[in-house]
């Protein structure tokens, strides 16, 4: 059994109530045995039961639930970072793309890249985030765009689940774009999806959501509806890239289907907003993508005023979001979303995890809850998100034992 | 004698030439020997007397000139993390200040603080930053505002650059604010600056330049002027924080009184432009203060394109950019000033070199100049930039000196 103390504040997270209702606890503890949370409250107010915990002492800095990082792309093969300075330079989207660059060029290199290459750069990747405070890290396939190199992808993620501490949430996402072989037949490819991907990737147990990227240049309202229904009827829970950079009526479409998050969305218009409040749908935010590409942030307030949930990610991908810091992410939702660091704090622990379906698991600092645990180097989370530091993450606690300890 | 060899990109960042000429050198090798660098150029190409140098395998990485962060408020009080949430909320500035927050509450806590409290502070601070690769920080007074205050800490500068291995380039900024005591008798307060403490400070060699802040609600052009000529006769360098809220006149000043520098300048009109490239003043661009407070972003390309050299900084201050992480001030530099990663890495290197007159001795990888040099886990420049990481410094060298070493 042990023991966190000497907490200057605490946040509980818990997912229900407002954005904003963090479960702040000044001068707190923490009580955790055997990878569950036994008891969390005020330091004074520690049960005598618990007086023979191993204690720790957190030097009176901030301790919130592991954070979670509920919308990445993180098995990928090769970068791109030339591109980011052509961009610079002025030229467009389509001029790189029509020189082999874009995300076909990722496509190749994934397809390119063996197995043991891929799982080892999405290893790095993840340590960095572990070391930051991530706990838990949902996955998205999509850059195989065929039957092997799909199951390539998902199978780096089920290694991974074995040889490394975080949780992984793999999402499949075949639907990403029309693979170029299949521009000239969507339909077969969606088949291969439905008919092939689907099934296999359920009896193999490599995900546990189905993703589809619904816009211009990507997938239709209505291939998104097929593909989407294909996978809940097999038991997925559903994901959609919606609303990025044209509005579709993909956010629609999430409510309809149950989905439980809908993420980007950019170009979300203020009906939408209560649908996705009616349906309990998860908005998404991808701040770091609107930073990357110069784009509009996603209005932030007016979901949250209509009652949807929004969780902060990082997007990590080699294009339009190459960075895998999470706490960046939230400093960007602060300042270009108009989202204070308690509703950001929210958005990266209780509220992603009910992007991901784990809310009654993870996200928050309450008995039951899994000992996901960060150790913030700040006496306060306005302190956290305002003062930005290369990394502030002073320790971490995965699943009970020490990950991290810098204290 | 050391040799750094396996480089896969080296860049010697000379100081002249255009801004995007970084001098980069791919399967680079470097020389160096009782803090000097002695050869930098193809490993293929390394002559025989360097053959029996201590060889260092930089793994194929990228290296550069150790980092120079121009322009930072590195001593203070207290912080406002506060505040940020409170903007965030949509309070403004002139609400907080006038509820006690703002730059004065700053200077209140900077007054209370002790001596060795502020040192430990920016010490603490200092280290991060060499953390990161920065190996020289410009540092201002201006938290103080009265005689003992200044002086105290300038103080601190000093008693750092003794204990600690990053060099400090210490500025006088007593003309930051007019101080709430003389608000109603600003001349005498010019006067202290003038008669007083630019005396004893030259006297005791405390500062290498003198800083003013002319903006509407600090000083006037014609304030700014006395102050810096005062500080001209008595061997002072100058820089100038200018056009930073409103268009002053201040830029235009710079280039009259031949200032090192020119700070901030987000409203400074085109024909500013000239002035600047006429004399030789650098400006200084400071895209976290931007990014913090939501301002615009420093026409960077106007200048770079009349000829003007633009360095990078961060203004690390507890207000409006509480952050020394110039890595993150680089990217929103290439983001949001238009500016290429070979531009901004000599933003960071030669041309802030330039920024603090230093510009023969640091801020170049070239024969004769000091062994001050940072390698970043990246391929290149564009890598790095783009993919941003909590740290991508892999190593750095101070004055010929290992101070991190990861590689």
Chains 1, 2 share one sequence.
């Not at 990507?218 to 044209?246: C, M, N, P």
């Amino acid at each position: 059994m042990d023991l966190l103390h000497n907490i200057s504040q605490l946040a509980t997270c818990p997912v229900n109530g407002k954005q904003e209702e963090i479960g702040s606890i000044s001068d707190a503890a923490l009580v955790w045995e055997f990878g569950k949370i036994l008891w969390v409250g005020k330091e004074n107010a520690l049960p005598d039961t618990y007086r023979d915990a191993l204690p720790h002492d957190c030097g009176g800095r901030l301790v919130i639930p592991g954070l979670i990082d509920c919308h990445t792309h993180l098995c990928f093969g090769g970068w791109r970072g030339n591109e980011f300075a052509q961009r610079i330079e002025g030229k467009s989207y389509l001029e790189i793309a029509a020189a082999g660059g874009g995300i076909a060029s990722t496509v190749k290199a994934t397809r390119e890249s063996s197995f043991d290459v891929l799982k080892q750069k999405a290893a790095g990747l993840l340590e960095e985030m572990l070391a930051l405070g991530v706990t838990t890290v949902e996955c998205k396939s999509g850059y195989g765009l065929d039957y092997d190199n799909e199951i390539k992808q998902l199978e780096v993620y089920a290694a991974l689940q074995q040889e490394q501490p975080l949780d992984l949430v793999p999402t499949f996402l075949g639907a990403h774009i029309i693979p170029p072989e299949f521009t000239e037949r969507r339909d077969d490819y969606i088949e291969l999806l439905t008919n092939k991907l689907l099934p296999e990737i359920k009896r193999r147990e490599l995900a546990e959501f189905c993703d589809c990227y619904i816009d211009e240049g990507a997938y239709t309202v209505s291939e998104g509806r097929k593909i989407l229904q294909a996978a809940h009827a097999l038991g997925f829970g559903l994901k959609i890239h919606a609303e990025q950079l044209t509005h579709t009526g993909a956010a629609s479409l999430a409510a309809e289907l149950g989905a439980v998050s809908a993420e980007h969305l950019e170009r979300i218009t203020v009906k939408d907003h209560k649908l996705l409040a009616d349906a309990g749908t998860v908005a998404v935010s991808l701040p770091l993508a609107s930073m990357y590409l110069k784009d509009d942030y996603i209005d932030a307030r007016g979901l949250i005023e209509a009652g949807v949930a929004v969780a902060v990610a990082t997007d990590l991908n080699p294009g339009s979001s190459p960075s895998g810091h999470l706490p960046l992410a939230m400093l960007q939702a602060c300042l270009n979303q108009a989202m204070t660091p308690a509703e950001v704090l929210k958005g990266a622990t209780s509220i992603a995890a009910k992007a991901i379906g784990r809310e009654n698991l993870i996200g928050s600092l309450l008995a039951g809850y899994q000992a996901d645990i960060t150790i913030i180097d700040a006496k306060d989370i306005n302190h956290w998100m305002y003062h930005f530091r290369a990394n502030a993450c002073a320790a971490v606690i995965k699943n009970g034992v020490w990950q991290h300890n810098r204290l």
